[in-house]
């Protein structure tokens, strides 16, 4: 076999509980920001479909963990949804939700699949987001104590734990960029935003040691290789802040501990820099963990800014570089994203040389296509595109892990399409195609070539 893996390599794909549960204010459920964004501004997605609309994995578990299995999937990362364990936030655990996650946990370890649990993935119960979400410190007792309730009530199921699922995300979506709630656009809160979710984070790591729980921690990490349009100093620099700024803003404090120096530096300079507790060094220094789960979908090419800041306008990371549209690169027309294979091995190599090689694994990797429909053949979607996509992700991956990259798994995004956040079913992920009107899940050409491939343990070329 050309790309043979590793022996007891991860083949598996990635899901959500907002994106796929369905029931999304029944079941004992509250709501999360996207159920009551979407009940005042449902215009805001794609079609006006909200999160109500999935593939109901709520009651459709047993059929899709059957289908996982038919995948030859060995393991499968999902989320608990805080909003349907504990509908308050800080009360009651709902015994509805427990009976479902554990129902479902069990089904997954009796088709030998193993289960990865991903404590926050973007669906904030609404009722803490009330009460100020991540801007407040107080929601990191709130959820040190949500993570404590899963580790005792889940953790003899769960061995691999990740707290956040690319915890950038709503601090660029809810505070920078209008694309999540609450739609503020400060850079200010934003960071204050971003620094919680760090000390929230390590707080459930720290509660997880202290518990003495079994199997690991991690995190899941969008991760976004900064490329410089030059080797010119001027664009260097705008290449180094964009990579302090949108990846180690997370992976210096959750893999060495602390921040990077240069970062608060910048943050100080434009006086940007969130409020700081007696304490906290401590607290992201126990954040540590055990296991990095890597999201790659595209790069960030960045050159300088051509044209000076105007220094009456507020604060914003465009301030410290200009993006750069690369002539040439190659698209994902559908989904606007620019797709480059070498990235995922510069990731590797990156924390191979820069962070002591973590383990780690690619916790998504995937592409987003508008009306598959087009091309069904014979019943089935033949998705050659995604073949390729997974193919030519999948050497690079390889070549990493033969230079010594200490990654120990694969996984898509995602098993079957999904409601995707504002963009709802606009572009379609899955290895399965959803019919959302009769439920009828059918396995695409790229899930069968997955299921040979995750068998093989590897594919020729
Ligand atoms: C990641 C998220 C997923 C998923 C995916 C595809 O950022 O972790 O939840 O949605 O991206 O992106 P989108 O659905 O926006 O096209």
């Not at 309730?149 to 915890?167: A, M, R, S, Y």
């Given at each position: 076999m050309?790309?043979?893996?590793?022996?007891?390599f991860w083949?598996?794909?990635?899901?959500?509980?907002?994106?796929?549960e369905g029931?999304s204010?029944?079941?004992?459920?509250?709501?999360?920001?996207w159920?009551?964004?979407?009940?005042s501004?449902?215009?805001?997605f794609?079609?006006?479909?909200?999160?109500?609309?999935?593939?109901t994995?709520?009651?459709?578990?047993?059929?899709?963990?059957?289908?996982?299995?038919?995948l030859n999937?060995?393991?499968f990362?999902?989320s608990?949804?805080?909003?349907r364990?504990?509908?308050?936030?800080?009360?009651?655990?709902?015994?509805?939700?427990?009976?479902f996650?554990?129902?479902?946990?069990?089904?997954?370890a009796?088709?030998?699949?193993?289960?990865?649990?991903t404590?926050f993935?973007?669906?904030?119960?609404?009722?803490?987001?009330?009460k100020?979400?991540?801007?407040?410190?107080?929601?990191v007792?709130?959820?040190?104590?949500?993570?404590q309730?899963?580790?005792?009530?889940?953790?003899?199921?769960?061995?691999?734990?990740f707290?956040?699922?690319e915890?950038?995300v709503?601090?660029?979506?809810?505070?920078?960029?209008?694309f999540?709630?609450?739609?503020?656009?400060?850079f200010?809160?934003?960071?204050t935003?971003a620094?919680n979710t760090?000390?929230a984070?390590?707080?459930a790591?720290?509660?997880?040691?202290a518990g003495?729980?079994?199997g690991?921690i991690?995190?899941?990490?969008?991760?976004?290789?900064s490329?410089?349009?030059?080797?010119?100093?001027?664009?260097?620099k705008?290449?180094h802040?964009?990579?302090?700024?949108?990846?180690?803003?997370?992976l210096d404090?959750?893999?060495?501990?602390?921040?990077?120096?240069?970062l608060?530096?910048?943050?100080?300079?434009?006086?940007?820099?969130?409020?700081c507790?007696?304490?906290?060094?401590?607290?992201?220094?126990?954040?540590k963990i055990?296991l990095?789960?890597?999201?790659?979908?595209?790069?960030?090419r960045?050159?300088?800014?051509?044209?000076?800041?105007?220094p009456?306008?507020?604060?914003?990371?465009?301030?410290?570089?200009?993006?750069?549209?690369?002539?040439g690169?190659k698209?994902?027309p559908?989904?606007?994203?620019e797709?480059?294979?070498?990235g995922?091995y510069?990731i590797?190599?990156?924390?191979?040389?820069?962070y002591?090689?973590?383990?780690?694994?690619?916790?998504?990797n995937?592409m987003?296509?508008?009306?598959e429909?087009?091309?069904?053949e014979?019943?089935q979607?033949?998705?050659?595109y995604r073949?390729a996509?997974?193919?030519?992700h999948?050497?690079?991956?390889?070549?990493?892990?033969s230079?010594g990259?200490?990654?120990?798994?694969?996984h898509?995004?995602?098993f079957?399409?999904?409601?995707?956040?504002?963009?709802?079913?606009?572009?379609?992920?899955?290895?399965v195609?959803?019919?959302?009107?009769?439920?009828?899940r059918?396995?695409?050409?790229?899930?069968?070539w997955?299921?040979?491939?995750?068998?093989?343990?590897?594919?020729?070329?």
């Amino acid at each position: 076999m050309k790309y043979a893996f590793p022996e007891n390599f991860w083949w598996g794909s990635a899901s959500s509980a907002q994106q796929t549960e369905g029931e999304s204010l029944k079941g004992g459920k509250s709501a999360t920001t996207w159920d009551a964004w979407y009940a005042s501004q449902p215009w805001r997605f794609h079609q006006q479909v909200g999160p109500q609309d999935t593939s109901t994995f709520y009651q459709h578990w047993r059929e899709d963990i059957a289908l996982l299995k038919e995948l030859n999937h060995n393991s499968f990362r999902t989320s608990i949804s805080w909003s349907r364990l504990i509908p308050d936030g800080t009360g009651e655990v709902n015994r509805e939700a427990v009976a479902f996650y554990s129902n479902m946990l069990n089904e997954l370890a009796e088709q030998g699949i193993e289960p990865f649990i991903t404590l926050f993935h973007f669906d904030m119960p609404m009722v803490m987001q009330e009460k100020g979400g991540w801007e407040n410190r107080e929601v990191v007792e709130a959820f040190t104590r949500y993570a404590q309730i899963c580790f005792d009530l889940f953790g003899h199921q769960v061995k691999h734990w990740f707290t956040f699922n690319e915890p950038i995300v709503p601090v660029e979506g809810g505070y920078l960029y209008d694309f999540h709630y609450p739609n503020v656009v400060d850079f200010r809160r934003a960071a204050t935003v971003a620094y919680n979710t760090v000390l929230a984070h390590a707080s459930a790591v720290r509660a997880f040691r202290a518990g003495h729980h079994p199997g690991e921690i991690g995190i899941v990490l969008n991760l976004t290789p900064s490329y410089p349009r030059s080797q010119h100093p001027a664009d260097l620099k705008a290449a180094h802040h964009a990579d302090l700024l949108f990846n180690r803003s997370f992976l210096d404090p959750v893999l060495l501990g602390e921040y990077p120096a240069d970062l608060v530096a910048l943050l100080k300079e434009y006086d940007q820099l969130p409020a700081c507790h007696l304490g906290d060094k401590e607290l992201i220094a126990a954040g540590k963990i055990d296991l990095l789960g890597i999201n790659y979908y595209q790069p960030r090419r960045v050159k300088c800014r051509d044209s000076a800041v105007n220094p009456e306008s507020p604060f914003m990371p465009e301030w410290l570089f200009d993006y750069y549209e690369m002539p040439g690169r190659k698209m994902n027309p559908w989904r606007g994203w620019e797709i480059y294979e070498p990235g995922i091995y510069d990731i590797l190599v990156n924390l191979r040389d820069n962070y002591g090689n973590p383990r780690c694994f690619i916790s998504e990797n995937g592409m987003g296509v508008e009306n598959e429909q087009r091309f069904i053949e014979n019943g089935q979607i033949n998705d050659q595109y995604r073949i390729a996509f997974i193919t030519d992700h999948l050497k690079w991956l390889h070549k990493g892990i033969s230079e010594g990259c200490n990654c120990l798994g694969y996984h898509m995004w995602t098993f079957i399409d999904n409601w995707s956040w504002c963009n709802a079913y606009k572009n379609r992920y899955g290895f399965v195609q959803l019919d959302l009107e009769t439920q009828k899940r059918t396995v695409k050409k790229s899930g069968e070539w997955f299921a040979a491939t995750a068998k093989n343990n590897g594919f020729d070329e």
